[in-house]
Nanobody, 118 residues
């Protein structure tokens, strides 16, 4: 199973950050799996952004919920993150992560570094 994040490495402040996670070796609709976006700002710990389940149900971090949307394209086996109104505080490495029914965060993408310019 491989997860590959893609998207712009530089986003201007106040714009919307959009990232795509392309999944291979598994289907994003595999029962009980869910797909999470996690980020790590420079010098800080990991922060969960939100998830989309095999059913399409989404859950978001309360602190980011107002600015976050996660969707999927089952025909392309892709998960997409949209984070609106970004600021330099959103600068981070963004990861796409799979979880199975009984194993949390078992497969990680390599991550993509995103810088928000002020």
């Amino acid at each position: 199973v491989q997860l590959q994040e893609s998207g712009p490495g530089l986003v201007p402040s106040s714009q919307t950050l959009s990232l795509t996670c392309t999944v291979s070796g598994d289907s994003i609709t595999t029962k009980y799996n869910y797909w999470t976006w996690i980020r790590q700002p420079p010098g800080k710990g990991l922060e969960g952004i939100g998830s989309i389940a095999y059913s399409g149900r989404t859950d978001y971090s309360p602190s980011l919920k107002s600015r976050t949307s996660i969707s999927r394209d089952t025909s392309k086996n892709q998960i997409t993150l949209h984070l609106s109104s970004v600021t330099p505080e959103d600068t981070a490495v963004y990861y796409c992560v799979r979880s199975e029914e009984f194993v949390t965060h078992d497969v990680w993408g390599q991550g993509i570094r995103v810088t928000v310019s002020s």
